[in-house]
């Protein structure tokens, strides 16, 4: 079995939140499912100091930021091609704020979100195979933003 799993970045407040990709990531390798993971190769919408959970005038790469977490084994999103969802049994998005601000704009535009293409394309080639599409804390917004107009 291979899942594909979308993350955001790195901390709960602007990134993925690191305890619903990692215990994700751990109970696919624990029932010996190979997890691919992917991230956008573009910049955060923002950053945030989790310590004082103030933003900060800084900026870091979405991608660079995930790799954290994947331990340097993640690909850009971008090389994840809609041809390629069939060789996947299933599609994961671990949540984070990072998932309504990096992967989409659910967190600033809530009747009218839209996610970034590279992803959109996925989930509706996902949902077209009747694939199972799972989704953690506000990534079913995500998810519903992508497949609204279906």
Do not use: W
């Amino acid at each position: 079995m291979r899942i594909a799993v979308v993350i955001s970045g790195c901390g709960s407040l602007d990134g993925a939140e690191i305890f619903e990709t990692v215990f994700t990531l751990l109970e696919l390798d624990r029932n010996n499912v190979e997890a691919k993971i992917f991230a956008p190769n573009q910049k955060q919408h923002y950053v945030i100091n989790h310590l004082t959970k103030k933003e900060v005038a800084e900026e870091r790469n979405i991608l660079v930021e995930s790799a954290r977490i994947a331990r340097g084994e993640i690909q850009p999103l971008n090389e994840l091609q809609v041809k390629q969802v069939k060789d996947f049994d299933a599609l994961i998005l671990p949540g984070g704020f990072g998932a309504a601000a990096n992967l989409s704009d659910v967190a600033f535009n809530n009747e009218n979100a839209t996610v970034i293409e590279d992803l959109k394309k996925i989930i509706i080639e996902f949902h077209k195979l009747s694939k199972p599409i799972g989704g953690i804390c506000i990534s079913p917004a995500v998810l519903a933003a992508a497949l609204k107009d279906r």
